[in-house]
């Protein structure tokens, strides 16, 4: 299995901060690779695909980049409505993948 | 507008079956991928499988011993069957369409316990 592991586990940021977060894959998953946001007690939503390409009705503040190992989300000024997990998810190879999630919360 | 409604039995025993359902109103059924994931309490989210309207399947090797996933698409429904389970089944299973996932089911919380 592709091994998708993302850092920070837990990132603590203030309203209007920028914010990144890193997912590494174990080996090379192309482009091939969405992020999600999750909050308690809802199924994740999604909010990049294809490593870059922004959602439909995401906020332009979401931003995704990489390829191949290597992938971070950023969100460019953090908004109280965006604390919360976020997943990233390989599906270039079977079985799909997620990262362990990273916690964003309130500094 | 497309929608997944979910059904199953919440709470069960050690070496029992689990089974849930997951309904599919709007949208076409037969153009996508129907999946499996779930998410122990606190934990992040494990893809159990897919299958599509044929009845061609893909199961998460961690599982695939004990995981059957089955379609009936006169009634436009898909399920989920995980046999002799155990408290590590314990998590909020989702229905979900699609490998990049934009359709979720609301999420039924399974509870393995004697």
């Known amino acids: 299995d592709i091994q998708m592991t993302q850092s920070p586990s837990t990132l603590s940021a203030s309203v209007g901060h920028r914010v990144t977060i890193t997912c590494r894959a174990s080996q090379s998953i192309s482009g091939w690779l969405a992020w999600y946001q999750q909050k308690p007690g809802k199924a994740p939503e999604l909010l990049i695909y294809k490593a870059s390409f922004l959602e439909s009705g995401v906020p332009s503040r979401f931003s995704g980049s990489g390829s191949g190992t290597e992938f971070t989300l950023t969100i460019s000024s953090l908004q109280p409505d965006d604390f919360a997990t976020y997943y990233c998810q390989q599906y270039n190879t079977y079985p799909w993948t997620f990262g362990q999630g990273t916690k964003v919360e309130v500094k | 507008q497309v929608q997944l409604q979910q059904w199953g039995a919440g709470l069960l025993k050690p070496s029992e079956t689990l089974s849930l359902t997951c309904a599919v109103s709007g949208g076409s059924f037969s153009d996508y991928y129907w999946t499996w994931i779930r998410q122990p309490p606190g934990k992040g989210l494990e893809w159990i499988g897919e299958i599509v309207h044929s009845g061609t399947t893909k199961y998460n090797p961690s599982l695939k011993s004990r995981v059957t996933i089955s379609v009936d698409t006169s009634k436009r429904q898909f399920s989920l069957r995980l046999d002799s389970v155990t408290a590590a089944d314990t998590a909020v299973y989702y229905c979900?369409?699609?490998?990049?996932?934009?359709?979720w089911g609301q999420g039924t919380l399974v509870t393995v316990s004697s």
């Open positions: 979900a369409r699609g490998r990049l996932i934009r359709i």
